[in-house]
C-alpha cells in the first residue's frame, strides 16, 4: 500500500520528462550562498533561491528541518516530503541555474494535505522569480 501523500502513477501525476537535472546540494557552504538569497515563505516551508554564476544549467536543490520540527522521525518525514514535492515540481517551474534550499517548518510541514505541499512550493517559486524584491 503507497502512502497517502504518494502520487497516483496512473493518474499522469508524474513531471514530463524534460531536460532539466535536478542535483541535491550537500556542501554547507552552497547552504550559506542561498541564505542570503532570495527568500519566500509559505505555510508548510521556507524557500530559498539564487541564480548561480558558473553557467551549469542543473537545477540543484537542498532540504534542511531544524530541531524545532520535532524528533528525528519528525524530520525525516518532513524531508522526504518536501523532496516528492520538489521532484514533482522544480522540473516544471524552476529554473535551470539556479539553487533552492527548503526549509521545514514545525508541524505544518508533515501535517499539510500533500496538494496544499505541492501549490506552496509553486507559489514561493513564483514569487522568487517575479521581477519585485
Known sequence: MTPPEAPDRDAGNTPPAVSVCLK?????SDFLLAARA???GTKAM???GRERQDGDP??????T????VGN???????KRRMREVARLILPTQ???GWDYVLIGRKEATA???????KDDLSFALKRLHSNKK
Do not use: W
Open 24 to 28: 541535491v546540494m550537500k556542501n554547507r
Open 38 to 40: 532570495r527568500k519566500q
Open 46 to 48: 521556507m524557500v530559498q
Open 58 to 63: 542543473c537545477i540543484r536543490v537542498g532540504f
Open 65 to 68: 528541518c531544524s530541531k524545532k
Open 72 to 78: 528525528a522521525v519528525a524530520r525525516n518525514r518532513a
Open 94 to 96: 524552476g529554473k535551470p
Open 111 to 117: 501535517a499539510r494535505p500533500f496538494d496544499a505541499l
